[in-house]
């Protein structure tokens, strides 16, 4: 081995087997940065200066060889670019960068907390700019109203046969404005009798485990500042897992986020009403429609096997939604983290909430309701006093993990005090979202 090279592999020798092995020990994982995230935290003495300035300097002359590769393709479009033999010197060079990366990557990985703080501060003009997405996130109350609705959207479907092999199960009510709010969910299916099984599946699965996993894609948003974004499916799945996990999901976990995904891909909503074309007394319906997800692309490993992609790329609000109803409703980030059995009441209460100002007005519910929302009707139906043990625990959780502020039993229901907004300070200036 030449001698240059071997002063390289001989100073980072050490390092590079630590390196080595605890990257290998972290499995999947992905972290975000910017080279002003790195610049601040150098500046800050957050990082060390030898992996700072190294960064730096290689993203500097990366973006060097890159636009002389391109000046040259302008200058010689037909005429490619020579490769040359490596000098030893470069040689050392490209295998000192090729350690520091290795370093750079552990470090950032070791104290993600750094960055996680650094992107709070450089998204303050996020998605929503009086949010802390530490606590809290928010959802667009063009949205978040309607799917206000989802227990009797849920409950009241019907079921129509589009052509051999395709249904749609169909419902819609009306809200206090009078415009018509609708659920349809498409899905592939060989007989009637199987699509009612797969619709029956539908309505127990949007009110718990798919509720949670669109309200993960939704917590995402929040925290990258942006309604349409890629990510790691295993991120998002961190959003909603009952533990904390950093990379480790088995394949059957994968399976059935991606099959939860893919079913709020299929589920529509839709408000529409009446209005009158300016300057005339003709009336026409006007209609928005949104998917609860778009998936508009993704990564997965080229093997035949693999059922759920690497990353995903989605967005939560269709452009086209009116600019109004852009103004959040907010809810609480342990939301996601609730037993599926409890998350469509605190979505719901949170919801109320929010259309009656939050915190300034208590909400009170009759225990029909509540036995609905928290998947206690069956045990209401046929033991009415466990269902209230039940409910009284499930109350007690969603104060527990701060859902809302407390609760108080009454005669014919309960009393709900919901949690305070916690809002954070931002610029008088917000930016443009839409």
């Given at each position: 081995?030449?001698?240059?090279?071997?002063i390289?592999f001989e100073?980072?020798?050490?390092?590079?087997?630590?390196?080595?092995?605890?990257l290998?020990?972290?499995?999947?994982?992905?972290?975000?940065?910017s080279?002003?995230h790195?610049k601040?935290?150098l500046?800050s003495?957050?990082?060390?200066?030898?992996?700072?300035?190294?960064?730096?300097?290689?993203?500097?002359?990366?973006e060097?060889?890159l636009?002389?590769r391109?000046e040259?393709?302008?200058s010689y479009?037909?005429?490619p670019?020579?490769e040359r033999s490596?000098?030893?010197?470069?040689e050392a060079k490209?295998?000192?960068d090729?350690?520091l990366?290795?370093q750079?990557l552990?470090?950032?990985?070791?104290?993600?907390?750094?960055?996680?703080?650094e992107?709070?501060?450089?998204t303050?003009?996020?998605l929503?700019?009086?949010?802390?997405?530490?606590e809290?996130?928010?959802?667009?109350?063009?949205i978040?109203?309607?799917?206000?609705?989802l227990?009797?959207?849920?409950?009241t479907m019907?079921l129509?046969s589009l052509?051999?092999?395709?249904f749609?199960?169909?419902?819609?009510?009306r809200?206090?404005?009078?415009?018509?709010?609708s659920?349809?969910?498409t899905f592939p299916a060989?007989?009637?009798?199987?699509?009612q099984?797969?619709?029956?599946?539908?309505?127990s699965?949007m009110?718990?485990?798919?509720?949670?996993v669109w309200m993960?894609y939704?917590?995402?948003a929040?925290?990258?500042?942006?309604?349409?974004y890629?990510?790691?499916m295993?991120?998002?799945?961190k959003?909603v897992?009952?533990?904390?996990r950093?990379?480790?999901?088995s394949?059957?976990?994968?399976?059935?986020?991606w099959?939860?995904?893919?079913?709020?891909r299929?589920s529509?909503?839709s408000?529409?009403?009446?209005i009158?074309k300016?300057g005339?007394?003709?009336e026409?319906l006007q209609?928005?429609e949104?998917?609860?997800?778009?998936?508009?692309?993704?990564?997965k490993e080229?093997?035949a096997?693999d059922?759920?992609?690497?990353t995903v790329?989605?967005?939560v609000l269709?452009?086209?939604?009116d600019?109004?109803g852009?103004?959040?409703?907010?809810?609480?980030?342990?939301t996601a983290?609730?037993s599926p059995s409890?998350?469509?009441?605190a979505?719901?209460?949170?919801t109320?909430?929010?259309q009656m100002?939050?915190?300034s007005k208590?909400?009170?519910?009759?225990?029909?309701f509540?036995?609905e929302a928290g998947?206690l009707q069956?045990t209401?139906?046929?033991?009415p006093?466990?269902?209230?043990a039940k409910a009284?625990?499930?109350m007690?959780?969603?104060?527990?993990n701060?859902?809302i502020?407390k609760?108080?039993?009454?005669?014919?229901g309960?009393?709900?005090?919901p949690k305070?907004?916690?809002?954070?300070?931002c610029?008088?200036d917000k930016k443009?979202?839409?």
């Amino acid at each position: 081995m030449h001698e240059t090279l071997n002063i390289v592999f001989e100073k980072y020798k050490e390092k590079h087997k630590e390196v080595e092995k605890y990257l290998k020990s972290q499995g999947e994982i992905q972290i975000t940065f910017s080279v002003a995230h790195i610049k601040k935290l150098l500046n800050s003495g957050k990082i060390p200066k030898e992996l700072g300035e190294w960064f730096l300097k290689d993203y500097e002359n990366i973006e060097k060889r890159l636009f002389q590769r391109r000046e040259f393709l302008k200058s010689y479009p037909d005429n490619p670019i020579e490769e040359r033999s490596l000098t030893f010197e470069e040689e050392a060079k490209l295998y000192e960068d090729m350690f520091l990366s290795s370093q750079f990557l552990m470090y950032l990985i070791q104290n993600k907390h750094l960055l996680e703080k650094e992107e709070s501060l450089m998204t303050a003009q996020g998605l929503f700019n009086d949010i802390d997405t530490v606590e809290e996130f928010g959802v667009a109350n063009c949205i978040s109203n309607s799917l206000y609705h989802l227990r009797e959207l849920l409950k009241t479907m019907k079921l129509v046969s589009l052509y051999e092999g395709l249904f749609e199960a169909k419902s819609s009510v009306r809200n206090s404005k009078g415009e018509a709010i609708s659920l349809t969910y498409t899905f592939p299916a060989h007989t009637e009798e199987e699509a009612q099984a797969i619709l029956k599946n539908y309505q127990s699965t949007m009110a718990t485990k798919g509720l949670k996993v669109w309200m993960a894609y939704w917590i995402m948003a929040n925290k990258l500042g942006r309604v349409e974004y890629s990510c790691l499916m295993i991120d998002v799945m961190k959003m909603v897992a009952d533990e904390d996990r950093e990379a480790f999901f088995s394949v059957k976990e994968k399976e059935e986020h991606w099959a939860l995904t893919k079913m709020l891909r299929l589920s529509k909503l839709s408000r529409e009403r009446k209005i009158r074309k300016k300057g005339t007394s003709t009336e026409v319906l006007q209609w928005v429609e949104q998917p609860f997800l778009e998936i508009q692309g993704g990564e997965k490993e080229i093997t035949a096997e693999d059922k759920y992609p690497l990353t995903v790329s989605v967005r939560v609000l269709m452009p086209r939604m009116d600019k109004k109803g852009f103004a959040p409703t907010i809810y609480k980030n342990n939301t996601a983290l609730l037993s599926p059995s409890d998350t469509l009441l605190a979505f719901l209460l949170q919801t109320r909430a929010g259309q009656m100002n939050r915190g300034s007005k208590n909400l009170h519910y009759d225990w029909d309701f509540i036995f609905e929302a928290g998947n206690l009707q069956p045990t209401a139906l046929s033991n009415p006093r466990g269902a209230k043990a039940k409910a009284r625990k499930k109350m007690d959780r969603l104060q527990k993990n701060e859902i809302i502020e407390k609760w108080n039993e009454e005669l014919m229901g309960v009393c709900v005090t919901p949690k305070k907004q916690t809002r954070k300070e931002c610029d008088k200036d917000k930016k443009n979202i839409t």
